[in-house]
Antibody, heavy 120, light 112 residues
Framework: EVQLVQSGAEVKKPGESLKISCEGS????????IGWVRQMPGQGLEWMGS????????RYSPSFQGQVTISVDKSISSTYLQWNSLKASDTAMYYCATNNVWGTYRFDYWGQGTLVTVSS | IVMTQTPLSLPVTPGEPASISCRSS????????????LDWYLQKPGQSPQLLIYLVSNRASGVPDRFSGSGSGTDFTLKISRVEADDAGVYYC?????????FGGGTKVEIK
């Protein structure tokens, strides 16, 4: 069974750094694109970027390029979403999502989400 | 690519049909492989989104056959033949023919 398990909720102050994680299991992690999706409070879904664990090829949405870093650690089947300096506007639920079809960017499987709250 | 969904909100009586429209600002047909890269997702209250339909009309694993997708080019429709209480939530279309991947704004289906 494919599972994506995300790290727990975070409460941070503006200007702080943060790295959240998403661990995949039940499938060959390195073979399938995995994406990150933001959902701000009461709002819709926004694609932030996707990474191919096999070679760390990463694609970012222009809206998030330079604002976050997506990375992967193949050895522990995990992908990460990182901020160097959080803003209050980063308060949101963040989902990782993947699939089991080689070369596709669709999202068959989703993590449970990580709620990030940024407040002074 | 801008994805526009209508309506924003859709109150439906159980057992009645429902239809959601999604339009893209550019064609989602890839002339290289013939696929049209439009998917539908449902986010039930308090849950992560789930894939319903991929490549316009293919139901994802476990999705009931009362859900169907159709369309081509830039105009797409998700239909529920007979709405059930469990179908409540926000439905999103998403294009993945080009980066950045983009979602529609969502349609909230409310059960009367």
């Amino acid at each position: 069974e494919v599972q994506l398990v995300q790290s727990g909720a975070e409460v941070k102050k503006p200007g702080e750094s943060l790295k959240i994680s998403c661990e995949g299991s039940g499938y060959k992690f390195i073979d399938y694109w995995i994406g990150w999706v933001r959902q701000m409070p009461g709002q819709g879904l926004e694609w932030m970027g996707s990474i191919y664990p096999g070679d760390s090829d990463t694609r970012y949405s222009p809206s998030f390029q330079g604002q976050v870093t997506i990375s992967v650690d193949k050895s522990i089947s995990s992908t990460y979403l990182q901020w160097n300096s959080l803003k209050a506007s980063d308060t949101a639920m963040y989902y990782c999502a993947t699939n089991n079809v080689w070369g596709t960017y669709r999202f068959d499987y989703w993590g449970q989400g990580t709620l990030v709250t940024v407040s002074s | 690519i801008v994805m526009t969904q209508t309506p924003l909100s859709l109150p439906v009586t159980p057992g009645e049909p429902a239809s959601i429209s999604c339009r893209s600002s550019q064609s989602l047909l890839d002339s290289n492989d013939g696929h049209t890269y439009l998917d539908w997702y449902l986010q039930k209250p308090g849950q992560s989104p789930q894939l319903l339909i991929y490549l316009v009309s293919n139901r994802a694993s476990g999705v009931p056959d009362r859900f169907s997708g159709s369309g081509s080019g830039t105009d797409f429709t998700l239909k529920i033949s007979r709405v059930e209480a469990d179908d409540a939530g926000v439905y999103y279309c998403m294009q993945r023919i080009d980066f950045p991947l983009t979602f529609g704004g969502g349609t909230k289906v409310e059960i009367k």
